[in-house]
Structure formats: structure tokens, C-alpha cells
């Protein structure tokens, strides 16, 4: 092999390893034995195992990126169609590379690995359709300054149903196209029926634990 070569193989065998075992249950031991290397192969390509989880978690991150990137710049769309849209990059995704969301979606640790986080990745996906919602508000006299957050919601759902829809697609016999559906159909409805000021239904104070936010007896 090559040196690129060689560094794409290893890759592959780790990815296919901190999937199946996380970074804290995989050794460079494992890494290299599958690969059929030495260990000082994978410390020359990547520094130690953190160095080759980062790699690994770089390549699904930028990937995933793309895909929702692709998906969201490809047409003038209207705001359901974008939701439509995003929700499918984001399941394709996990149809496709299973393995890698288990990395990028349950798997943060490993020291400097862990600025590749979920909740890192979602938050990015968010901040790039934050004014694609924030066109729809104006247009519909919702203030568009709340977009970010709105952005920050309807990503955050769409990712935990992802990660749902992985570890349940043997119980629950529902295609990626299913899955959209609803989460379309919760985040539109919901979208089109926004009150300009949201306020709480339930006034109804919560009752006191015992010893807490209560008076002394009198003695």
C-alpha cells in the first residue's frame, strides 16, 4: 500500500471499531490487529488513538455536513419544502452510515475528538438555516429575532429522532421516508400555528416537597 493508502485503511478499520465499541472500549492494540500492522504503524499515521478518532470524526461531520448543506442550497424552496428537505439529508445519512452517526451522534469523548460533538454538529446545521426561517417569520409578522432558536429546535428534534429511528428500526418497521413525514408534519403544523406571544397554559403552582419552601411549625 501507500502511505495514503494505508492511512484510508486504517481509518476504515477504526471507524468500523469506536462504532462498534466507542473510543474509551477500542485499543490501538485492536486498531492495528485488524488492520494487520504494528502498533507503531498507527502512532506514525496519526500520533495515537485520539489523533485517528478525530480524523474519523472530521471525515462523518464534514460529510453529513455536505449532505445538509447540498440539500438546503440545491433550489429556492419554500419553507415546508427546506424542512422536507433538511429532515431527508439528515436520514439519508444515517440510512447510509450507520456506523458513522453512532460515532458522531453517542460517541464525544477523546479529548480534543470531542469538539466534533452532536450537539456541536447539530448546533452548526442549525446556524446555517437560521435565516432561512428567519424569512419565513417575516414574512408571516413573526419576529424573525427569534430564528436562531427556532433553528436550534427543529434541528434538535430532527437529530434525537434520528438517533431513535437507528436503534429502533428493528422493532419499528418504518422507512426514512415515514420518519420525515412525521417529523414534517409535527414541526409545520406546529410552525404555521405559532402564536406571536407564547405564553404558558398551566398556572397551577407545583406542590411543595416535604422540608422545602415551607414555613417552621410554630413550636
Known sequence: MTREQRRDQLVEVARGLFAEKGFEGTSVEEIAARAEVSKPV???HFGGKEGLYAVVVDREVVRLDLAIHNALTRQQSSARRLIELGTLALLDYIDE???GFR????????GEA???SFATILSGVATRVEHLLADHFERSHFP???APM???????LVGLTGQWWLDSRDRYDLSRQEVAA????LAWNGMRHLEVEPHLRSTVPAEPVEGVGRAPEPS
Open 42 to 44: 498507527v502512532y506514525e
Open 97 to 99: 452510515s450507520p456506523e
Open 103 to 110: 460515532i458522531i451522534s453517542r460517541d464525544t469523548s477523546g
Open 114 to 116: 470531542g469538539s466534533g
Open 144 to 146: 424573525s429575532a427569534m
Open 150 to 156: 427556532y433553528a436550534q429546535m427543529l434541528v434538535g
Open 182 to 185: 412525521h417529523l414534517v408534519n
